[in-house]
């Protein structure tokens, strides 16, 4: 089945979000909808929540009782076809946690990421040898093996050509803490050339890196977080921790993360501000 360039993660959500809206649409329950098909309740929540992929009679069954046909039916289908594709993370499946495939998954078809990281550099933004030296200093936790730090360099790598260089790429906002320009990883040699890599990507037009000094007020005590935008879809924020990651969907909680992140943003640094102070920051990890 052939890799595609857009995300068959947000097809699944379009297609279980109109499915969703068709059944409401009649008046239905979840429950009602699936006594009149002979399902379970269950089966109708999961492919509505894009947890289970409806196949082609699905379709055809939910589309008969919601009396959906034409242009809509063949929406509905072309969902399904898309949602069947393979998207490029699924080489890399066995390696990356499975919430963190689900965020893959909807970050390629993000039309803005606003990245707030108080302890590291971003993964967009790591060399290779960086994101080495990170994947390796959680190693010994979260027992990875010698394959498994490669998989994650690689998909890291990935991740940053098909974000970062697609055709039409996303706006990307980050604001990052003084300390991750300060916190090592690896030999020095390495964290000069992350210092030189934030600049050169920093250069991109879609691009924006903003740095919070140790002497900035700090509006927002919270940890790193990554809020996703689309063009036809609500917004999600994913948050990520040692062993596990998940999703804020709710809309005012999502809310609630946008204006944190702008308050942030608000006592960082300019953007040519920021780029002075990596640039020192790499002239000190030259000694």
Known sequence: MPTQQGSPTVRRLRLGQELRFLRERRKLTGAKAATALGWSPSKVSRIEAAKT?????DIKALAKLYRVDGEKLDELFGFLRDAAQRGWWEDYEDSLPEEYT?????????????????QVVPGLLQTEDYAREVILATRGIARITHSGVRSRVEARLDRQERVLHRA?????????DESALMRRF???SVMREQMEHLLEISDLPHV???VLTLESLHPVN??????????????????????????VEDLERVAGYETAFDHIRSEALDEDESRVLIQRKAMLWRR
């Open 102 to 118: 689900r965020f893959l998954g909807l970050e390629a078809e993000a039309t803005f990421q606003r990245n707030w990281e108080p």
């Open 222 to 247: 919270t940890g790193a977080f990554i809020h996703l935008k689309f063009s036809a879809f609500d917004d999600v924020v994913y948050l990520e921790q040692l062993y596990t990651a998940h999703f």
């Open 186 to 188: 690896g030999e020095p």
């Open 168 to 176: 039409e790429p996303c706006a990307l906002t980050v604001v990052l």
């Open 208 to 210: 924006s890196v903003r």
């Open 53 to 57: 992929m409806p196949s082609t009679d």
